[in-house]
């Protein structure tokens, strides 16, 4: 069956750094875009980052440009969201998504002074 699980959440300091890895198992990963979500308290779900199946074109929410960068590895099934110059809004659950349609349970970040 499909499986993405998360990895790499945690506490933080503002302007410090976190690195989310998502391991995905059960389909044909390099036929998929792969998207990280979030979603904080009382908030909805919004897209943070995607990149592209083959040519592995990224685009970022606006809120995170310059800050995160998202990257796979099509070998290991792998894709990673690092985090640079972390906000206190930039706490939320963060979640991986692949286009075949599934989501991961979710990993913590909690960015706090």
């Known amino acids: 069956q499909v499986q993405l699980v998360e990895s790499g959440g945690g506490s933080v300091q503002p302007g410090g750094s976190l690195r989310l890895s998502c391991a995905a198992s059960?389909?044909?990963?390099?036929?998929?875009?792969m998207r990280w979500y979030r979603q904080a308290p009382g908030k909805e779900r919004e897209l943070v980052a995607d990149?592209?199946?083959?040519?592995?074109?990224?685009t970022y929410a606006d809120s995170v440009k310059g800050r995160f960068t998202i990257s796979r590895d099509n070998g290991k099934n792998t894709v990673s969201l690092q985090m640079n110059s972390l906000k206190l809004e930039d706490t939320a659950v963060y979640y991986c998504?692949?286009?075949?349609?599934?989501w991961g349970q979710g990993t913590q970040v909690t960015v706090s002074s």
């Open positions: 998504y692949t286009a075949a349609g599934y």
């Open positions: 059960g389909f044909t990963f390099s036929w998929y875009t």
């Open positions: 990149i592209g199946s083959s040519t592995g074109t990224t």
